[in-house]
């Protein structure tokens, strides 16, 4: 999502992302770059590029949008706890300006004459952060379109009873506010894709919590619907890059960047191939 205000003519870019195959292995820009031609054919400047969290599926443009426009790259306070997790899984040590400034739940931040203000959305991932601005809240994962509902808590650090008091407080909202998914999954019966919804539309029609759902029952709800999904296919590729703002690892002798794949091979090994 581009947010710009049009009298300062500065700018704020959202969960952008880098083009990637995974069979592959090959990374390019052309999605990226078709956001940077619009920003500057409008003659906006970018201030910052926003993460509303660390994405389990897809690679963040955000380094890149930052080297390319000098944009900081901003996100939650919560940030270092997810980086922690998966620096270990990695066995990894993301360089210490992965990112310009982190966010504290509450903290606003100047856009020309707009305000955006933080506020902490954790449950789908620890460091979760909506982006207030003006009538607008850009939720990235933590609501879906109110026909698919919300998103899964088994990740690392998530935890559906956050989730759960996350979505309360969007809930404590107007009725008008508007919220702009990261993603849309075509619910069935829909066979064009959408990003915009309104709390009004969540508390009174998201089929996993509206209004009057019970925390209990969401929690049961979240429990048994995240234990039948696989993993995100991206998401071993892209947490590793994600934690680290974007930044690929560091180039090896021979000049070729390369990611790591953990692997969980059985309790006993696997006799003559683990050692």
Same mark, same amino acid.
């Given at each position: 999502?581009?947010v710009?205000?049009?009298? #300062?003519?500065?700018?704020a870019?959202?969960?952008?992302?880098?083009d990637?195959d995974?069979?592959?292995?090959?990374?390019?820009? *052309?999605?990226v770059?078709?956001f940077?031609a619009?920003i500057?054919?409008?003659? /906006?400047?970018l201030?910052?590029v926003?993460?509303?969290?660390?994405?389990a *599926?897809?690679?963040?443009?955000?380094?890149?949008?930052?080297?390319?426009?000098?944009?900081?790259? /901003?996100? #939650?306070a919560?940030t270092?706890?997810?980086?922690a997790?998966? +620096? %270990?899984?990695?066995d990894?040590?993301?360089?210490?300006n992965s990112f310009?400034?982190?966010?504290?739940?509450g903290?606003?931040?100047?856009?020309?004459?707009l305000?955006?203000k %933080?506020? %902490?959305?954790?449950?789908?991932t620890?460091?979760c952060?909506?982006?207030?601005i +003006?009538?607008?809240?850009?939720v990235? *994962?933590?609501?879906?379109?109110?026909?698919?509902?919300t &998103?899964?808590?088994?990740?690392?650090?998530?935890?559906?009873?956050?989730?759960?008091a996350? /979505?309360?407080k969007?809930?404590?909202?107007? *009725?008008?506010?508007?919220?702009?998914?990261?993603?849309?999954?075509? %619910? &069935?019966?829909?066979d064009?894709?959408?990003?915009e919804?309104?709390?009004?539309?969540h508390?009174?029609h998201?089929?996993?919590?509206?209004?009057?759902?019970?925390?209990?029952?969401?929690?049961s709800?979240?429990?048994?619907?995240?234990?039948?999904?696989?993993?995100?296919?991206l998401?071993?590729?892209?947490?590793?890059?994600?934690?680290?703002?974007?930044?690929?690892?560091?180039?090896?002798?021979?000049?070729?960047h390369?990611?790591?794949?953990?692997?969980?091979p059985?309790?006993?090994g696997?006799?003559g191939?683990t050692?």
């Amino acid at each position: 999502h581009l947010v710009s205000e049009r009298e #300062s003519g500065v700018a704020a870019l959202i969960d952008p992302v880098l083009d990637f195959d995974g069979a592959s292995g090959r990374i390019w820009t *052309d999605s990226v770059d078709a956001f940077l031609a619009d920003i500057s054919s409008r003659s /906006i400047r970018l201030k910052y590029v926003f993460e509303t969290h660390i994405h389990a *599926d897809h690679l963040t443009a955000a380094a890149y949008v930052g080297a390319k426009t000098g944009a900081r790259i /901003i996100a #939650s306070a919560a940030t270092p706890r997810t980086q922690a997790l998966f +620096e %270990a899984v990695y066995d990894i040590r993301c360089p210490g300006n992965s990112f310009d400034y982190l966010l504290n739940d509450g903290e606003t931040l100047p856009l020309g004459a707009l305000t955006l203000k %933080a506020v %902490a959305t954790p449950g789908h991932t620890i460091s979760c952060m909506t982006l207030l601005i +003006e009538d607008c809240a850009f939720v990235g *994962d933590t609501l879906f379109m109110p026909e698919y509902g919300t &998103p899964r808590c088994d990740f690392p650090g998530g935890d559906a009873s956050t989730l759960f008091a996350s /979505i309360q407080k969007l809930y404590a909202l107007p *009725d008008h506010i508007r919220l702009f998914s990261a993603h849309d999954y075509l %619910a &069935p019966g829909r066979d064009h894709f959408a990003w915009e919804s309104t709390i009004k539309e969540h508390r009174e029609h998201n089929i996993h919590l509206r209004c009057d759902t019970s925390r209990d029952a969401f929690i049961s709800m979240r429990k048994a619907r995240d234990a039948k999904l696989n993993a995100p296919k991206l998401m071993l590729p892209a947490v590793q890059v994600n934690i680290c703002g974007g930044r690929l690892p560091r180039p090896h002798k021979n000049g070729t960047h390369y990611l790591q794949l953990p692997l969980a091979p059985p309790k006993n090994g696997i006799p003559g191939v683990t050692t």
